[in-house]
């Protein structure tokens, strides 16, 4: 951990310039998106999407790559489609975020519609907590603000964005409603001490994990590296474990969807924590199916080759690559 620290405390006073270049330009689209038609706002955005595609070719081949593997039935038109459609996501998705922070709990909730709002509150009548999951699918930010205006906010654990500036304002994005961020360094303790106090706790559960605590799973048919947080804390605590997804509708509107709770294997089973975690990302795996444009593929997802060998490194020269990989 104190490595990864290190890491990212050197990403932060590398580029000082460029930080403060993309946080102007963060204020500047947020000034706009606050005050022009949602229909020029979304046309800004689809404009500055192509031009992220076009300009980032890492993250282009990243996506490209890992989809060819995800899907390799599709044709290699097929595949960029969903590349381009993702670069396109990802720019509304930033674009309406910073929509919603200018409207107030009446005007946000006036553009959702609920589906499974049962399914969590039996959830949570048991008395132990609920432990909420999505991954970084559909607009994963959105509907956890909009969570905690209308039920309950959550405590969750959130990667520090290697830009300071635009880590405050994120962060500001999600506490306004009521959401406690917390970072990975003793994450676990606490989020164990708030479900025991019933709170419910949220976290991402796509991204991969360079940690010996990471279980290995399939996603896409493939070994993915994933946190065993999620399942840990539910089998500890017997908390309910609910996927949410929020999904765009026609006008501008958006539907957040609570799932049927993950069913959870015997605690007494010596598999439980890989199998409760690949059943939780077994959901998500069926939602990117259907919506395959929806998920961030330019991640770094698939590298468990790369774990092995790095641990299998000398103690004298540890890896040097951080828990997560670059977005």
């Not at 330009?25 to 031009?51: E, N, Y």
């Not at 595609?53 to 097929?78: C, G, K, W, Y």
């Not at 674009?95 to 609920?114: G, H, K, N, T, Y």
Request: glycine letters at 6%.
């Amino acid at each position: 951990m104190s490595e990864l620290l290190t890491t990212q405390t050197i990403a932060r006073r590398r580029h000082p310039i460029r930080h403060r270049a993309e946080y102007l330009a963060v204020l500047a689209v947020r000034t706009a998106a606050r005050v022009l038609p949602r229909s020029c706002v979304m046309w800004f955005a689809d404009g500055c999407s192509r031009l992220f595609h076009r300009l980032d070719r890492r993250r282009r081949q990243i996506a490209l790559t890992n989809v060819r593997a995800a899907f390799p039935s599709h044709s290699d038109e097929e595949c960029r489609s969903i590349v381009e459609g993702a670069f396109t996501h990802l720019g509304r998705h930033v674009f309406d975020l910073l929509r919603f922070d200018a409207m107030s709990p009446e005007q946000m909730l006036a553009r959702i519609d609920f589906e499974g709002e049962e399914r969590m509150r039996e959830a949570l009548a048991r008395g132990r907590g609920l432990i909420y999951y999505c991954g970084h699918f559909g607009f994963w930010e959105m509907q956890i603000m909009v969570h905690a205006v209308c039920h309950d906010p959550i405590l969750m654990v959130a990667r520090t964005l290697d830009n300071p500036y635009l880590e405050a304002m994120i962060e500001r994005l999600r506490t306004r409603v009521g959401t406690r961020v917390i970072g990975r360094q003793g994450a676990i303790r606490r989020l164990l001490r708030g479900l025991r106090q019933g709170e419910s706790v949220g976290m991402l559960i796509d991204q991969h994990m360079h940690d010996r605590s990471a279980v290995t799973i399939q996603f896409f048919d493939r070994p993915a590296s994933t946190t065993s947080a999620i399942a840990k804390l539910a089998l500890r605590t017997g908390a309910p474990v609910i996927p949410v997804f929020a999904l765009p509708l026609s006008g501008g509107r958006y539907r957040l969807i609570y799932e049927t709770p993950v069913e959870a294997p015997d605690p007494s089973d010596p598999d439980a924590v890989r199998i409760l975690t690949q059943r939780c990302t077994d959901v998500l795996e069926r939602y990117v199916r259907r919506n395959p444009e929806m998920w961030l593929w330019m991640h770094r997802r698939w590298r468990v080759e790369d774990d092995v060998t790095a641990f299998a490194a000398p103690a004298a020269e540890p890896p040097r690559q951080a828990s997560e990989g670059n977005r």
